[in-house]
Nanobody
Framework: QVQLVESGGGLVQAGGSLRLSCVAS????????MGWFRQAPGKEREFVAG???????AYTDPVKGRFTISRDNAKNTVYLQMNSLKPEDTAVYYC?????????????????WGQGTQVTVSS
């Protein structure tokens, strides 16, 4: 079992920045691929960014160049640095972990989820 706890969400003006953190506990973290997803009201949960155990990363096109995913295996923590935020980035952001080393873009391929943290970007 892996437990995930997100933090760092909040209200920010367009153009601002936030850094989300996700602390993992319960089993070996370093071999898990991690992902960040988001879900806006009335929409499906969508992939935002993923990172493999080795540090390879992937991003959805709307956030490329603005968001950066990283991990600190010593702290069992994955981060999502979000810059140049836009109102369309408003959503609940979820951290997720896979039981394998490679990231995926499909939510169903992640076995463990955090409770989510709200990000609201005002125009």
């Amino acid at each position: 079992q892996v437990q995930l706890v997100e933090s760092g969400g909040g209200l920010v003006q367009a153009g601002g920045s936030l850094r989300l953190s996700c602390v993992a506990s319960g089993r070996t973290f370093s071999r898990n691929a991690m992902g960040w997803f988001r879900q806006a009201p009335g929409k499906e949960r969508e992939f935002v960014a993923g990172i493999s155990w080795s540090g390879s990363t992937a991003y959805t096109d709307p956030v490329k160049g603005r968001f950066t995913i990283s991990r600190d295996n010593a702290k069992n923590t994955v981060y999502l640095q979000m810059n140049s935020l836009k109102p369309e980035d408003t959503a609940v952001y979820y951290c997720a972990a896979r039981s394998t080393s490679g990231y995926a873009t499909t939510p169903a391929l992640y076995q463990y989820w955090g409770q989510g943290t709200q990000v609201t970007v005002s125009s």
